[in-house]
């Protein structure tokens, strides 16, 4: 099948570049995971300046929704919106990648982000319910006027992973010898190592024995759940692993006992999860080309792979459209957490869901698949299956054109068969299309922090190994 000799093929090449770049690694480091760089793929002018229009429209949202104080970064673009800590995690690599692009100087993206850093330092750490977070966590959501806990909502470990991996990046890119810079790696280093990464660890028994909790309440303590493969978190393990996480061997044996080896279509067997921004918010910090933990060696894939495979299932789903959505084939597909229709547009028994954690791997394996498509969906996988990607996106923008694009590129959703399109966008999911555009064309994310000794620690304690 064409299909599975593209993927083995990108396989080899993945193992054969390792190799070249292990061979001619000297610059002194200890770096055994090294960034692989930009994807070896050839586009042409007309997809460079369409990937210029989306990455610089998607930048504008990081530019005009943070703080003009702290630099924190709205959760989307509603006059109402908190802060989003997740977001602003994502958003320190994309004002390096507007600095990168020469949208902004280099200067006043290193600004914004001290902004960030001094905010996340000065902020209140402190057991008390209206505090900004506590033991080096950060609550889901901040107020936008106070900075202090909105909603009630969770110190969330995975919100404040997705944060910590920006502020890894910020410490490696950031590296002048000017006084900005300098504070930021300080600020930086300081944040890292404040958090207590033992004290979000679940109890040693149960099912979720020793994993990483989703959160704790100062009401009521931990979230009765740990985080359990295969998700958005797995980069989360890896980070705790590096910051010296009691036990982290077995909460990630936890993890991983639990992955489904799931095989929708002939030749797309791989590890499932439908949303596909469950394979796309780990690898937009972490290069796991060529790189195999326990589980992944005796499959004889990885995860990028892997995540390349869960692309082409979700698009054959689509072709396959077992619900008969209007609009979805092989040129429009993207089923992701976003915003949807809501039971408004309900009709003829269809029924459309608000916003909802969307995902398809299959005829029997998809939640709550309403016909929504996510524009971020698919241009995330753009590293992972750039030749399905490019089409898709190219598709989409003809036959849809100004009604799903805003002022800050893609509107977040929409639904052809609830003839709906959102007015809003959201910013964890602009941050990681953006993110992964760029990885795809220079590898920029990737290679500030891969060499990250967080990051060479945890996958080392993980048993993480090079691909031979």
């Known amino acids: 099948?064409?299909?599975?000799?593209?993927?083995?093929?990108?396989?080899?090449?993945?193992?054969?570049?390792?190799?070249?770049?292990?061979?001619?690694?000297?610059?002194?480091?200890?770096?055994?995971?090294?960034?692989?760089?930009?994807?070896?793929?050839?586009?042409?002018?007309?997809?460079?300046?369409?990937?210029?229009?989306?990455?610089?429209?998607?930048?504008?949202?990081?530019?005009?929704?943070?703080?003009?104080?702290?630099?924190?970064?709205?959760?989307?673009?509603?006059?109402?919106?908190?802060?989003?800590?997740?977001?602003?995690?994502?958003?320190?690599?994309?004002?390096?990648?507007?600095?990168?692009?020469?949208?902004?100087?280099?200067?006043?993206?290193?600004?914004?982000?001290?902004?960030?850093?001094?905010?996340?330092?000065?902020?209140?750490?402190?057991?008390?319910?209206?505090?900004?977070?506590?033991?080096?966590?950060?609550?889901?959501?901040?107020?936008?006027?106070?900075?202090?806990?909105?909603?009630?909502?969770?110190?969330?470990?995975?919100?404040?992973?997705?944060?910590l991996m920006g502020i890894i990046f910020a410490r490696n890119y950031y590296n002048a010898n000017n006084n900005v810079e300098r504070q930021i790696r300080e600020i930086a280093n300081f944040l890292i190592k404040r958090v207590d990464w033992d004290f979000m660890q679940m109890p040693p028994q149960g099912q979720y024995a020793y994993t990483i909790s989703m959160g704790w309440y100062p009401e009521s303590g931990l979230h009765n759940m740990g985080w359990k493969g295969y998700n958005e978190a797995l980069f989360l393990y890896i980070l705790a692993a590096g910051s010296e996480m009691k036990n982290i061997e077995k909460a990630y044996n936890s993890w991983l006992e639990s992955y489904n080896w799931y095989t929708p279509y002939k030749d797309f067997s791989h590890v499932a999860f439908p949303p596909l921004f469950g394979h796309q918010f780990s690898q937009a910090f972490i290069d796991f080309r060529g790189l195999q933990d326990s589980y992944m060696s005796k499959k004889g894939i990885d995860y990028f792979i892997n995540s390349r495979i869960a692309t082409y299932a979700q698009r054959e789903y689509c072709i396959d459209n077992p619900h008969g959505w209007v609009g979805y084939d092989s040129l429009c597909w993207g089923i992701t957490a976003c915003d949807g229709p809501t039971d408004k547009y309900n009709f003829d028994n269809k029924i459309f869901?608000?916003?909802?954690?969307?995902?398809?791997?299959?005829?029997?394996?998809?939640?709550?698949?309403?016909?929504?498509?996510?524009?971020?969906?698919?241009?995330?996988?753009?590293?992972?299956?750039?030749?399905?990607?490019?089409?898709?996106?190219?598709?989409?923008?003809?036959?849809?054109?100004?009604?799903?694009?805003?002022?800050?590129?893609?509107?977040?959703?929409?639904?052809?068969?609830?003839?709906?399109?959102?007015?809003?966008?959201?910013?964890?999911?602009?941050?990681?299309?953006?993110?992964?555009?760029?990885?795809?064309?220079?590898?920029?994310?990737?290679?500030?922090?891969?060499?990250?000794?967080?990051?060479?620690s945890g996958l080392k304690k993980l048993g993480f190994q090079n691909i031979n």
Request: proline content about 5%.
């Open 1 to 163: 099948m064409v299909v599975k000799s593209k993927i083995k093929g990108l396989f080899w090449r993945a193992s054969l570049m390792l190799t070249l770049l292990m061979l001619s690694c000297s610059n002194g480091k200890n770096i055994s995971f090294p960034s692989k760089g930009k994807i070896d793929y050839a586009i042409t002018a007309n997809e460079e300046r369409m990937l210029d229009s989306i990455q610089y429209k998607t930048f504008l949202y990081f530019m005009n929704e943070h703080h003009p104080q702290w630099g924190a970064v709205k959760d989307r673009a509603a006059a109402w919106s908190p802060i989003s800590i997740a977001a602003t995690g994502f958003a320190i690599p994309c004002f390096a990648i507007g600095a990168e692009r020469k949208w902004i100087s280099r200067e006043e993206a290193a600004q914004i982000t001290l902004n960030i850093l001094k905010f996340f330092k000065n902020s209140e750490q402190s057991p008390d319910p209206l505090s900004s977070g506590y033991k080096g966590f950060y609550y889901h959501f901040l107020n936008m006027e106070t900075g202090k806990r909105e909603w009630k909502c969770e110190l969330s470990s995975v919100d404040t992973g997705l944060l």
């Open 353 to 456: 869901l608000g916003y909802a954690g969307r995902g398809a791997s299959g005829r029997d394996l998809n939640y709550f698949d309403d016909g929504t498509i996510a524009p971020y969906g698919h241009l995330s996988s753009l590293p992972f299956a750039p030749e399905i990607v490019l089409p898709t996106t190219k598709a989409v923008l003809l036959r849809y054109g100004n009604t799903i694009w805003g002022k800050y590129g893609f509107y977040d959703a929409f639904n052809p068969t609830a003839k709906w399109v959102d007015n809003d966008f959201i910013g964890i999911d602009q941050g990681p299309m953006l993110i992964m555009i760029e990885n795809f064309r220079t590898g920029l994310v990737w290679n500030y922090i891969m060499p990250d000794p967080i990051i060479q």
